[in-house]
């Protein structure tokens, strides 16, 4: 070969990483983070800014088109009323779907097409049952008000949406209903997974029907229970659509929740900064509900 090929030849030879990098780069833990890279760098863009551009409007005094004043945290306020449905729906929503489950894995005729139509109050749109609710509970027109009155309550019935009181009950009761249909069935698809030899075991050592419920079905549905609740409380505790339609809010503001009150402060008000605040509020009691439900679990 000639001389003057030779420098060509190097050039052509592929460079050779050096022996450390290599040993890096061929480790498990080094590959799934590279691997990782893309699409955590993707969400932080996109959830990431958005967050921590909210929480820099919550510590501000900023109305629209006006530029924004530190004011740390005088924009957060306490809103118990979204602690209150959250806690009593969600209450509601485990005793009911608990009780709708173990009645729905009896053997009873057409149990298929009852548990079918069981679906119907979370299959329909939320806004569509909202405004048929809307219909039930109206004053002049209420076909609840109808029966009460036949029963002998005085004309023209309770105002169901016009008094605070009776306001959250009614957003309390209406997601409750919507929520069964969730509980029911992921309790009772946990409930199909109960050997049946367990509950014929504490059948021969004498167990009763509520000892069969209390030792053998409720410690096997447990994890199942908290984790349904886990979802059941974020949904709740973030509710927007049925309340905004049914009540605005009103009467009041009894039924103002964190999301409709901070939508109407920050899109109808325009106080972008306090609505932030409202917003965010959210964050801290379901983030230490996730934490304490997760380690609870893993201690299980």
């Not at 030779?6 to 833990?29: F, H, I």
């Amino acid at each position: 070969m000639s001389v003057r090929s030779e420098p060509l030849v190097r050039a052509a030879r592929p460079a050779r990483r050096p022996a450390a990098l290599s040993l890096w780069l061929d480790r498990q833990s080094v590959f799934s983070w590279l691997m990782m890279a893309p699409p955590l760098l993707f969400l932080a863009a996109l959830v990431g800014y958005p967050f921590c551009y909210g929480i820099l409007l919550s510590l501000q005094d900023r109305p629209v088109a006006h530029a924004g004043t530190f004011v740390g945290l005088k924009n957060f306020a306490t809103n118990l009323n979204t602690f209150v449905y959250t806690a009593v729906a969600t209450l509601l929503k485990m005793i009911g779907g608990l009780a709708l489950a173990l009645a729905m894995n009896q053997q009873f005729p057409l149990k298929n097409l009852v548990r079918a139509l069981m679906l119907l109050p979370f299959i329909v749109p939320t806004v569509l049952s909202t405004v048929a609710w809307m219909w039930i509970l109206d004053p002049a027109f209420s076909v609840l008000n109808w029966l009460l009155v036949a029963a002998g309550v005085p004309k023209p019935g309770p105002s169901w949406l016009g008094n605070p009181i009776l306001a959250m009950l009614s957003i309390i009761v209406i997601n409750t209903w919507r929520g069964l249909p969730f509980y029911g069935i992921t309790l009772l698809a946990g409930l199909q997974t109960v050997p049946p030899e367990l509950y014929e075991a504490a059948t021969i050592d004498g167990a009763s029907g509520w000892q069969r419920f209390r030792y053998v079905t409720l410690p096997l549905l447990q994890p199942i229970i908290l984790i349904v609740t886990l979802f059941s409380v974020i949904f709740t505790f973030a509710d927007f659509q049925l309340v905004y339609v049914l009540t605005h809010g009103g009467p009041q503001n009894a039924t103002q929740l964190f999301a409709t009150y901070a939508f109407d402060i920050a899109m109808g008000a325009g106080q972008l900064g306090l609505g932030a605040s409202v917003a965010l509020a959210m964050l801290p009691a379901l983030a230490l509900l996730i934490v304490a439900l997760t380690i609870y679990l893993r201690r299980e």
